[in-house]
Protein backbone atom coordinates (compact mmCIF):
# COMPACT_ATOMS: atom_id res chain seq x y z
CA UNK A 1 0.00 0.00 0.00
CA UNK A 2 2.60 2.36 1.03
CA UNK A 3 4.45 1.13 -2.25
CA UNK A 4 1.22 2.32 -4.39
CA UNK A 5 1.35 5.52 -2.44
CA UNK A 6 4.61 6.37 -2.98
CA UNK A 7 4.29 5.66 -6.77
CA UNK A 8 1.44 8.17 -7.08
CA UNK A 9 2.93 11.14 -5.12
CA UNK A 10 6.50 10.05 -7.37
CA UNK A 11 3.85 10.90 -10.20
CA UNK A 12 2.11 13.89 -8.76
CA UNK A 13 5.42 15.11 -8.28
CA UNK A 14 6.66 14.40 -11.81
CA UNK A 15 3.72 16.15 -13.37
CA UNK A 16 4.05 18.90 -11.27
CA UNK A 17 7.88 19.84 -12.03
CA UNK A 18 7.36 19.10 -15.47
CA UNK A 19 5.04 21.83 -15.57
CA UNK A 20 7.02 23.73 -13.38
CA UNK A 21 10.07 23.65 -15.17
CA UNK A 22 9.73 26.68 -17.04
CA UNK A 23 8.63 29.10 -13.90
CA UNK A 24 12.17 28.50 -12.13
CA UNK A 25 14.15 28.85 -14.71
CA UNK A 26 12.40 32.25 -16.30
CA UNK A 27 11.71 33.19 -12.49
CA UNK A 28 14.24 36.30 -11.94
CA UNK A 29 12.45 37.70 -15.31
CA UNK A 30 8.97 37.78 -13.94
CA UNK A 31 7.85 41.25 -13.54
CA UNK A 32 10.18 42.96 -15.45
CA UNK A 33 9.26 45.27 -18.35
CA UNK A 34 10.61 46.52 -21.34
CA UNK A 35 14.61 46.80 -21.22
CA UNK A 36 14.62 45.43 -17.82
CA UNK A 37 12.89 42.41 -18.59
CA UNK A 38 15.18 41.98 -22.44
CA UNK A 39 18.30 42.11 -19.56
CA UNK A 40 16.83 39.47 -17.08
CA UNK A 41 16.18 37.11 -20.29
CA UNK A 42 19.47 37.97 -21.35
CA UNK A 43 21.12 36.74 -17.89
CA UNK A 44 19.57 33.36 -17.83
CA UNK A 45 19.81 32.25 -21.67
CA UNK A 46 23.50 33.56 -21.69
CA UNK A 47 26.72 31.52 -21.60
CA UNK A 48 25.96 28.49 -23.22
CA UNK A 49 27.65 25.79 -24.30
CA UNK A 50 29.38 26.41 -27.30
CA UNK A 51 30.50 23.92 -30.21
CA UNK A 52 32.40 24.21 -33.14
CA UNK A 53 30.93 24.58 -36.96
CA UNK A 54 32.96 21.75 -38.15
CA UNK A 55 34.78 19.29 -35.74
CA UNK A 56 36.22 16.49 -35.08
CA UNK A 57 33.97 15.99 -31.87
CA UNK A 58 30.31 17.23 -31.53
CA UNK A 59 29.73 20.36 -33.85
CA UNK A 60 26.93 21.67 -35.07
CA UNK A 61 25.91 18.94 -38.38
CA UNK A 62 25.64 16.27 -35.60
CA UNK A 63 23.32 18.56 -33.18
CA UNK A 64 20.86 19.13 -35.73
CA UNK A 65 20.50 15.46 -36.83
CA UNK A 66 19.05 15.04 -33.35
CA UNK A 67 17.52 19.21 -33.55
CA UNK A 68 15.81 18.45 -36.72
CA UNK A 69 15.48 14.48 -36.93
CA UNK A 70 12.32 13.55 -38.80
CA UNK A 71 10.02 11.76 -36.44
CA UNK A 72 8.64 9.62 -39.02
CA UNK A 73 12.52 8.59 -40.42
CA UNK A 74 15.18 8.59 -37.97
CA UNK A 75 17.80 8.42 -40.60
CA UNK A 76 16.60 11.85 -42.01
CA UNK A 77 16.72 15.63 -41.30
CA UNK A 78 13.73 17.82 -42.30
CA UNK A 79 15.00 21.16 -44.57
CA UNK A 80 13.48 24.21 -42.76
CA UNK A 81 12.10 26.56 -45.71
CA UNK A 82 11.07 23.42 -47.71
CA UNK A 83 9.68 20.85 -45.80
CA UNK A 84 11.45 18.40 -47.04
CA UNK A 85 12.91 14.91 -45.61
CA UNK A 86 16.61 14.54 -46.81
CA UNK A 87 19.21 12.13 -45.60
CA UNK A 88 20.85 13.47 -42.49
CA UNK A 89 24.27 12.10 -43.94
CA UNK A 90 24.44 14.18 -47.01
CA UNK A 91 25.96 16.78 -45.15
CA UNK A 92 26.89 19.54 -47.91
CA UNK A 93 27.81 16.11 -49.73
CA UNK A 94 29.64 18.38 -52.38
CA UNK A 95 27.41 20.45 -53.10
CA UNK A 96 24.71 17.81 -53.40
CA UNK A 97 23.47 17.32 -49.52
CA UNK A 98 21.93 19.71 -47.05
CA UNK A 99 23.79 22.59 -45.44
CA UNK A 100 23.50 24.90 -42.44
CA UNK A 101 20.71 27.73 -42.65
CA UNK A 102 21.83 31.06 -40.35
CA UNK A 103 18.31 31.76 -39.62
CA UNK A 104 19.70 35.26 -38.85
CA UNK A 105 21.54 35.73 -41.63
CA UNK A 106 25.33 35.59 -40.66
CA UNK A 107 25.74 38.92 -41.92
CA UNK A 108 23.83 40.71 -40.62
CA UNK A 109 26.16 41.60 -37.83
CA UNK A 110 29.09 40.30 -39.89
CA UNK A 111 29.90 36.90 -37.30
CA UNK A 112 30.71 34.42 -39.58
CA UNK A 113 30.67 30.91 -38.40
CA UNK A 114 32.71 31.31 -35.26
CA UNK A 115 31.46 30.03 -32.03
CA UNK A 116 28.98 31.72 -30.55
CA UNK A 117 26.43 33.70 -32.43
CA UNK A 118 27.85 31.95 -35.52
CA UNK A 119 27.28 28.14 -34.04
CA UNK A 120 24.47 28.77 -31.76
CA UNK A 121 21.89 25.52 -33.04
CA UNK A 122 18.95 28.09 -31.64
CA UNK A 123 19.46 29.53 -35.11
CA UNK A 124 20.40 26.89 -37.34
CA UNK A 125 18.47 24.55 -39.60
CA UNK A 126 19.47 22.40 -42.11
CA UNK A 127 18.54 23.81 -45.76
CA UNK A 128 18.78 22.95 -49.20
CA UNK A 129 21.93 24.35 -50.66
CA UNK A 130 19.96 26.68 -53.38
CA UNK A 131 17.32 27.55 -51.09
CA UNK A 132 19.94 28.56 -48.83
CA UNK A 133 21.68 30.51 -51.83
CA UNK A 134 17.96 31.85 -52.41
CA UNK A 135 17.36 33.11 -49.02
CA UNK A 136 20.95 34.51 -48.49
CA UNK A 137 20.43 37.52 -46.00
CA UNK A 138 17.08 38.90 -47.16
CA UNK A 139 15.04 40.75 -44.85
CA UNK A 140 12.19 38.36 -43.50
CA UNK A 141 8.94 39.86 -45.19
CA UNK A 142 5.52 39.05 -47.34
CA UNK A 143 6.46 39.63 -50.85
CA UNK A 144 4.16 41.72 -52.96
CA UNK A 145 5.18 40.70 -56.24
CA UNK A 146 5.76 36.99 -55.81
CA UNK A 147 7.99 34.46 -56.95
CA UNK A 148 8.05 30.93 -55.94
CA UNK A 149 11.14 28.89 -54.13
CA UNK A 150 11.61 25.88 -55.90
CA UNK A 151 13.63 22.61 -54.06
CA UNK A 152 14.15 19.68 -56.12
CA UNK A 153 11.68 20.65 -58.80
CA UNK A 154 8.64 21.26 -56.36
CA UNK A 155 6.77 24.38 -55.13
CA UNK A 156 8.42 24.97 -51.32
CA UNK A 157 5.77 27.65 -50.18
CA UNK A 158 8.79 29.66 -49.87
CA UNK A 159 8.98 33.18 -51.71
CA UNK A 160 11.11 35.70 -52.37
CA UNK A 161 10.26 39.60 -54.15
CA UNK A 162 10.59 40.16 -57.73
CA UNK A 163 11.54 43.62 -56.61
CA UNK A 164 12.66 43.44 -53.28
CA UNK A 165 14.92 42.31 -51.28
CA UNK A 166 13.28 40.09 -49.03
CA UNK A 167 12.50 36.35 -48.05
CA UNK A 168 8.73 34.51 -46.88
CA UNK A 169 8.62 31.53 -45.67
CA UNK A 170 6.50 28.87 -45.88
CA UNK A 171 3.51 29.16 -43.92
CA UNK A 172 4.02 26.27 -41.46
CA UNK A 173 7.73 27.41 -40.23
CA UNK A 174 6.75 31.95 -40.44
CA UNK A 175 6.57 31.37 -36.05
CA UNK A 176 9.62 29.12 -36.18
CA UNK A 177 11.45 32.03 -37.96
CA UNK A 178 10.24 34.88 -36.13
CA UNK A 179 10.98 32.95 -32.31
CA UNK A 180 14.35 32.14 -33.55
CA UNK A 181 15.21 36.14 -34.97
CA UNK A 182 13.67 37.18 -31.33
CA UNK A 183 16.08 35.09 -29.50
CA UNK A 184 19.08 36.21 -30.91
CA UNK A 185 17.96 39.65 -30.61
CA UNK A 186 17.63 38.78 -26.52
CA UNK A 187 21.06 36.23 -26.09
CA UNK A 188 22.99 38.61 -28.22
CA UNK A 189 24.16 41.62 -26.91
CA UNK A 190 27.22 42.59 -27.29
CA UNK A 191 29.72 41.89 -24.50
CA UNK A 192 32.49 39.75 -24.46
CA UNK A 193 32.99 40.59 -28.19
CA UNK A 194 29.29 39.57 -29.37
CA UNK A 195 27.03 41.20 -32.16
CA UNK A 196 24.82 43.49 -29.98
CA UNK A 197 21.79 42.04 -32.86
CA UNK A 198 18.67 44.36 -32.78
CA UNK A 199 15.64 44.45 -35.09
CA UNK A 200 14.34 47.08 -37.15
CA UNK A 201 11.42 47.59 -39.82
CA UNK A 202 13.35 49.02 -42.50
CA UNK A 203 14.53 46.80 -45.31
CA UNK A 204 18.32 46.49 -45.47
CA UNK A 205 20.32 45.96 -48.40
CA UNK A 206 22.45 42.68 -48.98
CA UNK A 207 25.69 44.20 -48.79
CA UNK A 208 25.03 46.12 -45.32
CA UNK A 209 26.66 43.96 -42.01
CA UNK A 210 25.25 46.20 -39.92
CA UNK A 211 23.68 43.66 -37.02
CA UNK A 212 20.34 44.36 -37.64
CA UNK A 213 17.20 42.21 -39.20
CA UNK A 214 14.18 43.03 -40.52
CA UNK A 215 11.49 43.20 -40.55
CA UNK A 216 10.22 43.90 -37.08
CA UNK A 217 6.23 44.12 -37.31
CA UNK A 218 5.77 41.65 -39.80
CA UNK A 219 7.90 38.82 -37.54
CA UNK A 220 5.59 39.86 -34.64
CA UNK A 221 2.42 38.88 -36.83
CA UNK A 222 4.17 35.70 -38.11
CA UNK A 223 4.49 34.83 -34.19
CA UNK A 224 0.43 35.98 -33.41
CA UNK A 225 -0.42 33.95 -36.42
CA UNK A 226 1.83 30.67 -36.21
CA UNK A 227 1.44 29.47 -33.22
CA UNK A 228 4.39 27.15 -31.38
CA UNK A 229 4.70 23.61 -32.72
CA UNK A 230 5.35 20.35 -30.67
CA UNK A 231 8.41 19.90 -32.85
CA UNK A 232 9.59 23.43 -31.97
CA UNK A 233 9.28 22.69 -28.13
CA UNK A 234 10.48 19.18 -28.74
CA UNK A 235 13.44 20.90 -30.27
CA UNK A 236 13.71 23.32 -27.51
CA UNK A 237 14.65 20.52 -25.41
CA UNK A 238 17.09 18.68 -27.23
CA UNK A 239 19.32 21.74 -27.53
CA UNK A 240 18.75 22.68 -23.24
CA UNK A 241 18.86 19.14 -22.23
CA UNK A 242 21.27 17.70 -24.43
CA UNK A 243 23.52 20.43 -26.16
CA UNK A 244 23.47 23.81 -24.98
CA UNK A 245 21.88 24.29 -21.71
CA UNK A 246 19.41 27.34 -22.74
CA UNK A 247 16.41 27.73 -23.97
CA UNK A 248 14.76 30.09 -26.19
CA UNK A 249 12.40 31.80 -24.00
CA UNK A 250 10.04 32.92 -27.30
CA UNK A 251 9.19 29.28 -27.42
CA UNK A 252 8.09 28.80 -24.29
CA UNK A 253 6.55 32.23 -24.24
CA UNK A 254 5.88 33.42 -27.36
CA UNK A 255 4.21 36.43 -25.73
CA UNK A 256 7.15 37.94 -24.52
CA UNK A 257 7.49 38.82 -28.02
CA UNK A 258 4.38 41.85 -27.64
CA UNK A 259 6.46 43.11 -24.14
CA UNK A 260 9.64 43.61 -26.15
CA UNK A 261 8.26 44.59 -29.65
CA UNK A 262 5.08 44.51 -29.79
CA UNK A 263 1.44 45.48 -28.63
CA UNK A 264 2.52 45.16 -24.33
CA UNK A 265 5.55 47.17 -24.39
CA UNK A 266 5.03 49.32 -21.40
CA UNK A 267 3.35 46.44 -19.58
CA UNK A 268 5.23 43.88 -16.89
CA UNK A 269 5.50 40.31 -18.06
CA UNK A 270 3.73 38.12 -15.15
CA UNK A 271 3.10 34.60 -16.86
CA UNK A 272 0.47 32.55 -14.69
CA UNK A 273 2.15 30.65 -12.27
CA UNK A 274 0.43 27.11 -12.17
CA UNK A 275 -0.59 25.31 -9.15
CA UNK A 276 -0.92 20.89 -8.32
CA UNK A 277 -3.53 19.84 -5.60
CA UNK A 278 -0.47 18.05 -3.80
CA UNK A 279 -0.71 18.22 0.07
CA UNK A 280 2.50 19.59 1.47
CA UNK A 281 3.80 17.52 4.96
CA UNK A 282 3.89 18.67 8.35
CA UNK A 283 7.02 17.79 9.36
CA UNK A 284 10.58 18.88 10.08
CA UNK A 285 13.42 17.72 7.80
CA UNK A 286 17.03 19.15 7.37
CA UNK A 287 19.42 18.57 4.46
CA UNK A 288 22.96 19.82 4.52
CA UNK A 289 24.88 20.93 3.20
CA UNK A 290 23.37 22.96 0.66
CA UNK A 291 24.89 23.78 -1.67
CA UNK A 292 26.30 19.70 -1.51
CA UNK A 293 29.56 18.76 -3.50
CA UNK A 294 29.68 15.10 -2.97
CA UNK A 295 27.94 13.86 0.19
CA UNK A 296 24.37 15.01 1.85
CA UNK A 297 22.77 15.07 5.14
CA UNK A 298 18.86 14.09 5.10
CA UNK A 299 17.54 14.02 8.86
CA UNK A 300 14.12 14.69 10.25
CA UNK A 301 10.53 12.95 10.97
CA UNK A 302 9.95 11.31 7.27
CA UNK A 303 9.25 7.82 6.45
CA UNK A 304 11.25 8.04 3.45
CA UNK A 305 12.61 10.52 0.50
CA UNK A 306 13.12 10.62 -3.05
CA UNK A 307 15.20 13.00 -4.97
CA UNK A 308 13.90 14.30 -8.83
CA UNK A 309 15.38 15.92 -11.53
CA UNK A 310 13.54 19.35 -12.89
CA UNK A 311 12.29 17.22 -15.40
CA UNK A 312 10.65 15.16 -12.86
CA UNK A 313 13.06 11.92 -12.79
CA UNK A 314 13.50 10.26 -10.04
CA UNK A 315 17.39 9.74 -8.85
CA UNK A 316 17.58 8.20 -5.77
CA UNK A 317 14.79 6.52 -3.39
CA UNK A 318 15.72 5.85 0.19
CA UNK A 319 14.30 5.42 3.40
CA UNK A 320 17.71 5.84 5.21
CA UNK A 321 18.06 9.29 7.17
CA UNK A 322 21.88 8.56 7.10
CA UNK A 323 24.50 10.37 4.81
CA UNK A 324 24.53 9.47 1.55
CA UNK A 325 26.28 9.84 -1.44
CA UNK A 326 25.31 12.05 -4.62
CA UNK A 327 28.79 12.00 -6.34
CA UNK A 328 26.22 10.64 -9.31
CA UNK A 329 24.68 13.57 -9.13
CA UNK A 330 25.83 16.60 -12.10
CA UNK A 331 26.18 19.89 -11.07
CA UNK A 332 22.37 21.86 -10.70
CA UNK A 333 19.32 21.84 -9.34
CA UNK A 334 17.09 19.51 -7.45
CA UNK A 335 13.98 18.44 -5.49
CA UNK A 336 14.36 16.82 -2.60
CA UNK A 337 10.85 14.90 -1.55
CA UNK A 338 10.56 13.41 1.53
CA UNK A 339 7.15 11.40 2.17
CA UNK A 340 5.36 11.25 5.93
CA UNK A 341 1.94 10.03 6.88
CA UNK A 342 0.84 9.95 3.39
CA UNK A 343 1.81 13.41 2.40
CA UNK A 344 5.14 15.04 0.32
CA UNK A 345 7.43 17.87 1.13
CA UNK A 346 9.79 19.32 -1.16
CA UNK A 347 12.38 21.29 -0.51
CA UNK A 348 15.16 22.33 -3.66
CA UNK A 349 19.05 21.31 -3.19
CA UNK A 350 21.91 22.62 -5.57
CA UNK A 351 24.62 20.33 -6.41
CA UNK A 352 28.05 21.75 -7.05
Known amino acids: MKLKLLLTIIFLISALLSYNQNIEYYLSSFDKRDDSLKFELNQIIKDHIEFGYTSSSTDVWDILKQTDKDTANADNVILLYSGRSVDAEQEYNNGSGWNREHVWAKSRGDFGTSAGAGTDVHHLRPCDIEVNETRNNRNFDNCINCMEVI????????????????????????????????????????????????????????????????????????????????????????????????????????????????????????????????????????????????YLNIKGDFDSYFIMNKYGQTLITSNSQETISISQLKSGMYFINVVNNEKVLTKKLIKN
Not at 255 to 284: H, S
Open 151 to 294: DDGFNTGSKTDANLWTFEPRDEVKGDVARIVFYMTVRYEGEGGEPDLELTNTLLSNTDKSPLHAVMNTLIEWNRIDTVSDWEKNRNEIIYRNFQLNRNPFIDYPELAEYLYGNKIGERWNPTKPTVGIVQAEANFIVYPNPACN
